[in-house]
């Protein structure tokens, strides 16, 4: 993908999208209450389309709901008292409605659709434009569900990226997503992060073109990604879902390696389930065809996966012997992250056995190894797994030492689930949150 920053001239976007001159019109002339939807699936796209209303009309205030009080039961009250120090004759730009819109969870989209729907007038007292941007699916459940509020509108404003642009443009938006190269998306960001990603990768999705096999393609990686972040948020049927939509894309266009590794994405849900018998099936099914197509680091991870079966089903001789395969393989290729991840598995396999010193032994060579290269988000459970060892080991001062590192390196690389882990350890400890490790920091540099 070409992740080149995409930018269009204001004048070109005003000639590509009548509907912008449509909407840059009303709010030059209208300074009374109007009710206005604005379809856009491609937040960069969005960007650029509000930078070009802004280039001839400067007088609007951007809102993400977010920003909002979030104990407000109102919408409409929340927005007027955002809005009581703004510029009485301002248009309101409102984003991200539909994160209180979620697609599963029924309950909070009735809530939020029948409050707008009910209390519809309110927005009426803002006297202001008010220009809701919703990606296409939002839009369609805004209708359906709040069909009061919708039918109130004054317009509605579609905009559809160029199709000259639109990879250029999902490809941008998608690279922020990926940006952190060593560790996916849905291990390391905030929760809050992961439900805001889900809408974006929604949104996106309704952009991709699936007549084409790369079309099917990007659409298999995004539905892949999707399950990810919903399998990360313990919401596993979502996840199945996404990651079955995923392998029929991968199959129709024979993407062996792409459905191997969505085959071990289910595994993974259904080991988390504690269901090991089809967690397994998936990762045969999986190991099958990495070793049809050569796909030597696949089959090192898949190995790796199915030692993690046998280690939570108690059976440490199997899950040693599924490690020790892969280990071979990673070496073979020289996959040293590969290497670190399966020493630190091993690590634990001795741990659950109490054979400590050996469990001890494979961490730290594990850590050189991370170190060496550079894997810094590998280096945080190793570094946590280190820490615990020497708690068991009743060393609590190296213990407390090696779990400030992790603190310092998650702190920095904003490595979510290892701070989640921290702050729980810290109120195991005694302590009150992450501020118990700033604490121990700041006691030791004195």
């Known amino acids: 993908m070409n992740n080149t920053l995409v930018s269009v001239p204001t004048d070109n976007l005003l000639t590509q999208q009548p509907a912008l001159k449509r909407l840059l019109w009303v709010l030059q002339h209208n300074n009374e209450f109007g009710l206005y939807f604005a379809r856009c699936n491609v937040p ?26 979030a104990k407000a039961i109102e919408l409409d009250i929340a ?20 994160t209180r819109l979620p697609t599963k969870d029924t309950k909070q989209q009735h809530r939020t659709l029948q409050q707008i ?13 008010l220009v809701i941007w919703l990606p296409d699916y939002a839009l369609r459940i805004c209708a359906r569900g709040a069909p009061d509020f919708f039918d109130w509108y004054s317009g509605i404003y579609e905009f559809e990226v160029p199709e000259t642009q ?10 922020l997503f990926d940006e952190n190269k060593q560790i996916h998306a849905a291990d390391h960001l905030s929760v809050a992060e992961k439900h805001r990603w889900i809408k974006t990768l929604l949104s996106l999705k309704d952009e991709i073109q699936s007549d084409t096999p790369s079309g099917r393609q990007s659409l298999a990686d995004l539905l892949d990604d999707l399950g990810r972040l919903h399998k990360s948020l313990g919401e596993y049927e979502q996840a199945l879902d996404y990651y079955q939509s995923a392998r029929k894309y991968y199959l129709d266009i024979e993407n062996k390696k792409g459905e191997g590794t969505t085959l071990n994405n ?15 099936d998936y990762l045969l099914k999986s190991l099958s065809i990495v070793r049809e197509i050569g796909d030597k680091q696949g089959e090192g991870r898949n190995l790796n996966n199915i030692s993690l079966v046998y280690q939570a089903r108690g059976d440490y001789d199997t899950a040693l012997d599924y490690l020790l395969k892969s280990l071979s393989i990673v070496r073979e290729i020289g996959d040293k992250q590969g290497e670190g991840r399966n020493l630190n598995n091993i690590s634990r396999v001795y741990q659950a056995r109490g054979d400590y010193d050996t469990a001890l032994d494979y961490l730290l ?7 060496e290269i550079g894997d810094v988000a590998g280096m945080c459970p190793t570094l946590f797994n280190i820490g615990h060892i020497y708690w068991t080991k009743k060393d609590k001062q190296q213990a407390i030492a090696h779990w400030v590192n992790a603190y310092e390196i998650a702190k920095q690389i904003g490595y979510a689930q290892a ?24 006691e030791k540099k004195n």
């Not at 701070?419 to 604490?439: D, P, Q, R, T, V």
Request: with cysteine; aromatic share 10%; charged share 25%.
């Open 44 to 69: 960069n796209y969005r960007e650029q389309l509000v930078a070009a209303l802004r280039a001839h009309h400067p007088n609007i205030i951007e809102i993400s709901i977010n920003q909002l009080d």
């Open 79 to 98: 927005l007027a008292e955002y809005l009581q120090d703004k510029p009485p004759n301002a248009a309101i730009f409102l984003y991200d409605l539909e």
């Open 117 to 129: 729907n009910w209390r519809r007038s309110a927005y009426a007292r803002l006297q202001r434009c």
């Open 166 to 175: 639109r990879n250029d443009f999902i490809a941008q938006s998608l690279s």
């Open 266 to 280: 289910i595994s993974r849900v259904y080991h988390a389930r504690g269901d090991y018998d089809t967690a397994l």
């Open 365 to 371: 060579k594990s850590l050189e190894i991370l170190r």
């Open 419 to 442: 701070l989640s882990a921290l702050e729980n350890m810290a109120k195991h400890l005694g302590g009150e949150g992450l501020e118990y490790w700033e604490n121990i920091k700041s």
